[in-house]
């Protein structure tokens, strides 16, 4: 009895043991089953689509740039096929040899390139780069040798060209491998290591330069990567294998969609003239067209060629020109530098005075050589020693009698003197399209009071407009800062009756001006007296631009020295020559021509040049004979009936 109960007890715990763990597996097989239905129905296709997408790779087709044209079509950037030559290890029979032989024929360090291939040897059908952008005749040289260069491609991709090197390259800007926080806002249509416009047209226009890129999409292991190779024509395609040796094939692709083409205004021919002129110079020269505001031209020296940041420049040499001092050659001094406008501001403050009726061709002044206020205190000196004697407004412009506008600026008072800089195109950005145009400064009340109280803020009389700060405007001193670019655009405004233009270089953009700001009377009688600037009618005296002139031709000047320094720091020395380059006067000259077609306004300045009359004043001769004479399609002389 006792064995019999012993004995039951002995085999009743086997059985709840099987008990216990059949139930554990039939809930582990409801839990597998719970989640094969939550995988396969729930998520199925969410996980169908990610196996898909693992077993489809997409491979990106960079789409060429859109082509820059100049004004008559010529090509100014453009695209070539720049070549890079990889080796596949897979398909190079003899390695070591196919080294020595690129050694021999391309100068690439034999030792490093086997090293590399060694390094790949676990992903045998990867390309290894040899050497990038390789020049035409080391192609010829490895075409000549391709039957000794087994495993050896070349993979063509677009790469931007600047046909004219330096000539408009500060106009047609660069290109800059894009960054980590634009691609974050840009991440639809650009990836990581793409170039995009850094400044100039380049910048401007990037969205319609930027072409659509292409892709062709092919089927891969889950590993491995796919290699990029071009046909013969440059034409991109997939190679058989990828990098680890599977077989590829190519489900579709969708090519690339060039960018659109940017047509400038830009005279490339009398751009280089001008670049040309300013060679040993710094300095810049603008030549628009002054019904328009089309610009023709627009130099500035020096400048740099944007094909050194794309194509074979060194890091060293892109670094020097991202880094460089005063003066900057990555800087268009044309519309990004300021400058005090010195005697050619005297234009605007004559238009201001004649349309206020505060002047008139009639009035005049007595310049002694100096002027003080209410006749006493502080001398405030003319150029001119001993003095223009009695004045009206046509020989004041002519000769650029200072005493005279001191006169006439006083009449005016600061407030209307920058409602008329507002008017023709001073103390304002141009509209221009280009990025990071200054503006440039007029001087007023306001302006004062407010720098002033920064510098000073526990002396309020500082802050005060006095005589002084307006007879200092009145001449283009004092804080008076305007572009070459805007002078341009003040000078075109006397040679189209009175209109302001905004400058422009795409050529869709079309004119665009305002206006008329002048009346007819106004703008004849400045017209007489920049006339009179350039015009050589001897026995009179010839004003201060006579080296303008052109005999048949009707051109307008002005000229002006504009003071870096105070006079006091030039009077230890006995010549202009002694005096230290960066004290010298910046030298100005604008001009305008009347009687040809297509009418243009030209604003010229040499920095540190002495005398608008000598430094610049030439400068403008050369490129009006340029303009209508020295080209090979010379432009038609036409007459117009608005013309004086």
Request: proline fraction near 6%; aromatic fraction near 8%.
């Amino acid at each position: 009895m006792i064995f019999a109960e012993a004995e039951r007890k002995r085999f009743e715990g086997p059985r709840h043991r099987v008990t216990h763990i059949g139930l554990g597996i039939l809930i582990a097989f409801v839990v597998l089953a719970v989640q094969l239905w939550r995988l396969q129905l729930i998520h199925g296709f969410e996980y169908r689509i990610n196996a898909e997408r693992n077993r489809l790779h997409p491979q990106r087709l960079t789409a060429p740039r859109g082509v820059i044209l100049g004004r008559n079509g010529e090509i100014l950037a453009d695209n070539r096929a720049a070549c890079d030559l990889v080796l596949v290890p897979a398909e190079c029979q003899d390695a070591a040899a196919v080294c020595d032989e690129i050694e021999e024929l391309l100068d690439v360090d034999a030792a490093d390139l086997r090293g590399r291939i060694d390094a790949a040897k676990r992903r045998p059908f990867e390309q290894i780069l040899v050497k990038r952008d390789v020049a035409k005749s080391d192609l010829i040289r490895v075409e000549e040798r391709a039957y000794a260069l087994h495993g050896v491609y070349t993979v063509v991709s677009p790469q931007r060209r600047y046909v004219h090197g330096t000539t408009a390259g500060q106009i047609l800007g660069y290109l800059g491998e894009i960054g980590p926080d634009e691609l974050e806002q840009r991440n639809d249509r650009y990836s990581m290591g793409d170039y995009i416009g850094r400044d100039g047209i380049e910048q401007t226009y990037e969205e319609n330069l930027r072409g659509v890129d292409g892709n062709t999409v092919v089927t891969r292991y889950a590993w491995g990567q796919p290699q990029l190779r071009t046909d013969v024509r440059g034409k991109p395609y997939i190679a058989k294998h990828d990098t680890h040796g599977h077989e590829l094939e190519e489900a579709y692709r969708v090519d690339p969609v060039q960018g659109g083409t940017v047509q400038l205004t830009l005279d490339i021919d009398l751009q280089a003239k001008l670049e040309t002129i300013l060679v040993g110079e710094v300095g810049a020269i603008v030549v628009i067209d002054a019904d328009t505001g089309a610009v023709l031209g627009m130099a500035s020296t020096p400048s740099y060629d944007p094909s050194v940041f794309v194509t074979r420049g060194s890091n060293r040499e892109r670094a020097e020109l991202l880094r460089a001092g005063r003066p900057n050659p990555m800087v268009h001094r044309a519309f990004r530098e300021t400058y005090p406008p010195g005697s050619v501001f005297k234009v605007l403050l004559a238009c201001a005075a004649l349309e206020e009726g505060l002047l008139d061709e009639h009035m005049t002044f007595y310049c002694p050589g100096f002027y003080q206020i209410d006749g006493a205190g502080r001398k405030w000196h003319c150029w001119k020693r001993y003095g223009h004697g009695t004045i009206g407004i046509v020989n004041a412009l002519a000769f650029s009698c200072d005493v005279f506008f001191y006169n006439v600026g006083r009449k005016l008072g600061p407030d209307l003197i920058n409602e008329y800089a507002a008017k023709l195109g001073l103390g304002a950005c141009t509209g221009i399209d280009l990025p990071r145009e200054e503006a440039g400064l007029i001087p007023s009340r306001e302006w004062k009071k407010e720098y002033f109280k920064a510098v000073y803020p526990d002396q309020p009389w500082e802050w005060e407009w006095r005589t002084g700060d307006t007879l200092n405007t009145s001449i283009g001193q004092g804080s008076v800062a305007a572009t070459p670019l805007q002078t341009a655009v003040l000078m075109a405004a006397v040679v189209n009756g009175g209109y302001r233009v905004r400058p422009y270089l795409n050529a869709a953009l079309g004119p665009q001006r305002e206006g008329p700001f002048l009346s007819e009377r106004t703008v004849e009688t400045v017209r007489q007296g920049l006339f009179k600037c350039v015009d050589k009618d001897p026995p009179a005296p010839t004003g201060t631009g006579n080296q303008a002139k052109i005999p048949g031709m009707t051109i307008l000047g002005k000229t002006g020295s504009a003071q870096v320094v105070s006079l006091v720091h030039h009077e230890d020395y006995e010549t202009e020559e002694e005096i230290p380059y960066h004290q010298r006067d910046h030298a100005w000259f604008v001009a305008g021509v009347l009687d040809r077609e297509p009418r243009v306004a030209i604003s010229i300045l040499v920095e540190h040049g002495h005398h608008g009359s000598s430094a610049a004043a030439p400068f403008a001769k050369e490129i009006i004979e340029f303009l209508y004479r020295d080209q090979p399609n010379p432009v038609t002389l036409a007459q117009r009936d608005d013309h004086p």
